[in-house]
């Protein structure tokens, strides 16, 4: 066995580990639908931290986000599933995602309650309405994060963005936080392991649990 991954034993343990917090928080999803926005957010982070604590990731917040925010537009590079568990567990908010997640399970139920807005990235018609929403909500005091770049990278480089979705801020005054993403491997090293773009998410999942550290 390849000395730069897990022992076999180390994968089944993070799966059974993450198979365990999927049966438990979907039991728990009510907790992030809709209510008090302080019940909410604690959920999230909640989901967050332990989505990344049954897989033995690390999180390090190399600049703190601003204390108490409110409304605001949160846009970060994209490059796995695990950027929305790593972004809730430091800074709740809802999200701007592809329509097909919301298909997906657990991930998608935790979106739908806390207030994703799914967008078909295929149609421009969808463009106008998703910015009066994401105006909305921002004008409600409510956090939102996106991700410009409108599709996953290997995160060791920056894709174009889709500058569309930034016009939501506008009209709406908020402030725009950005987010740099990044994944490193057991030795300290920048990696795209954790990488979607280019495999299916059962591959991305099998990379991850491999990982030694």
């Not at 438990?24 to 999803?29: A, E, H, I, V």
């Not at 008090?36 to 959920?43: D, H, T």
């Not at 936080?177 to 773009?197: F, I, M, Q």
Request: hydrophobic share 40%; charged share 20%.
């Amino acid at each position: 066995m390849s000395s730069n991954k897990a022992s076999f034993f180390t994968r089944l343990r993070r799966l059974c580990r993450l198979t365990v917090w999927l049966f438990k928080t979907g039991k728990n999803l009510r907790g992030i639908d809709g209510g008090c926005p302080k019940s909410r957010n604690r959920a999230v982070i909640a989901l967050g931290k332990g989505a990344l604590a049954a897989l033995d990731i690390g999180l390090e917040v190399g600049r703190p986000a601003p204390e108490h925010p409110n409304g605001v537009l949160v846009a970060a590079n994209h490059v796995s599933w695990l950027d929305i568990f790593a972004m809730s567990a430091v800074y709740p908010s809802s999200f701007i995602a592809k329509q097909e997640i919301k298909s997906w399970p657990v991930l998608g139920k935790m979106g739908q309650n806390a207030g994703t807005v799914f967008i078909n990235r295929n149609s421009r018609r969808d463009i106008e309405p998703i910015n009066r929403a994401v105006c909305e909500t921002l004008q409600r005091g409510q956090n939102v994060s996106f991700f410009p770049e409108a599709r996953t990278s290997s995160g060791l480089g920056l894709l174009p963005f889709k500058a569309a979705l930034f016009q939501s801020a506008i009209d709406a005054g908020a402030k725009v936080l950005a987010v740099a993403l990044r994944y490193y491997d057991e030795t300290g090293k920048r990696t795209a392991r954790p990488s979607y773009a280019d495999v299916g998410l059962p591959t991305c999942l099998w990379r991850i649990v491999s990982m030694k550290n």
